[in-house]
């Protein structure tokens, strides 16, 4: 009986909810008819006889005006508008109001001459070549993952970063992230993107050949160059991508050299830009890749001694007991060196595999000594050991004969060649920086496991 209550008890809650709700009502504004929208196009006669200079207008509130002029598109309320080339260009204009969008009868305006000096720039000529030229660029990569002249063929900044690294408002989002490709190859695929060519035959044509993505194909239209503005505006093609589908058709230039562009696309939900970096095709046809950087040997590598120089550095002055040597426990104890570099910087460098806790306790209050009369001693665990050395001074060579450097019995590394190299020696400053004795690794490839020890 009470579960029947609780269920008639909802029933009612339901319907009540559902009777007194209000309808909303989302329907739009009526869409205005074309005929109450004036969005003028004035072509100057006065500035260029040929009718270049035209001057885009909207007298109406409350719309956004939307041009595309043929060579590029605006939002503007007011814009000017210059053709370079002689011929008919077709002026769509459209409208977006509390209604919807209201497209407005297209104008043809006449241009019956050339008049260059909106195209005779040194920007234009960069991008183009010039007039009755052609240019071709490319993405900065190449099918085997190369960038040839910035570091990755993206970039990343803030949506007010702008032309030559400045910011378009004062204090405004101008953060960059310029990213190795190398280290970040989530950014594109390695591929060959195809290519983008810029022309003034004629008129400001381009035509895209994008390839390696899913708009892959050829395509031909239009494009002006805002000098003044930095700016770059695309009809009738999407620019050369990486392949996300990105539909930009307007970029900011953010540089712009004879060999390399730089062109910002607004990224469509975030404050940010994704800067697209070109090279043009003659710089990559000629790149040469710069040889390999050659690596600086370590300081005190392969060092020359004059004759007596090692076992004056070994053993001292010939009235004294000899020298006592310790290895650098509490600096960089080991290093491997090969071809003159070695790796470790401090004993952690290579704990736990290398140095540990077992060489600190094998080694401690340890210590080894050469003397002039080429006698060496090794003590250690309270243990006196002695033997002799000799020296080959042709090949930095030192030989212990029936004694070894100082031992850890438990470790892999544990020193038992007898014949040591100086792979890292310092003449005159051997007193603070001490000698690196290698044990044989691999002489052959120049590469060495070195003990590091200091007078202590």
Known sequence: MKLIKQMTLLVFIALFSLLSCKKN????????????????????????????????????????????????????????????????????RSALTQGGIVNLDSIIVHVTKDNLNYVNDPLWTALSGGVGQQKTWLLDIDANGVSKFFDSPVYFAGDDYSWAGG????????????????????????????????????????????????????TNGTYYLDKDAKTISFSGVTPLNQGYDQVYTKGRIISLTETSMQIAFKHPTKAEQEIFNYISKEYSDNWVPPPPPTKKPDDGFNPTFAPGEIL?????????????????????????????????????????????????????????????????????????????????????EITLLGNT????????????????????????????????????????????????????
Not at 70 to 80: H, L
Not at 187 to 215: E, H
Request: charged content about 20%; glycine content about 8%.
């Open 25 to 92: 009502d989302y329907s739009l504004t009526a869409l205005p008819d074309k005929s109450a929208i004036n969005m003028e196009v004035k072509q100057d006669l006065a500035v260029d006889a040929g009718g270049n200079t035209i001057y885009l207008i909207n007298h109406t509130d409350k719309i956004e005006p939307i041009w595309d002029y043929a060579t590029g598109k605006s939002t503007r309320r007011v814009d000017t508008v210059h053709y370079a080339f002689q011929g008919d260009y077709i002026i769509r």
């Open 312 to 396: 004056e550095m070994l053993a001292g002055d010939p009235s004294s007991p000899g020298r006592f040597w310790t290895i650098d426990v509490n600096g960089n104890p080991i290093d491997w060196v090969a071809k003159g570099n070695g790796w470790t910087t401090d004993k952690n460098s290579s704990y736990n595999w290398g140095w540990n806790e077992t060489w600190d306790d094998a080694v401690k209050d340890a210590w080894i000594r050469f003397d002039n009369s080429i006698n060496y001693s090794r003590f250690q665990n309270g243990t006196l050991t002695t033997g002799a050395f000799s020296m080959d001074e042709s090949k930095n």
């Open 167 to 218: 910011c378009a408002k004062p204090n405004g989002n101008c953060w960059t992230w310029f990213p190795k490709w190398s280290d970040n190859t989530w950014i594109n695929a390695k591929a060959d993107y195809g290519s983008m060519t810029f022309s003034l035959k004629g008129g400001p044509f381009v035509t895209v050949d994008q390839k390696a993505t899913s708009t892959a194909g050829v």
């Open 405 to 456: 450097l100082l031992q850890n019995s438990g470790s892999w590394m544990n020193p038992t060649a007898t014949t040591l190299k100086i792979v890292k020696g310092w003449p005159a400053d051997y007193r603070a920086k001490g000698v690196w004795l290698g044990t044989s690794y691999d002489a052959g490839k120049d590469e060495w496991f070195c003990w590091h020890y200091i007078m202590p």
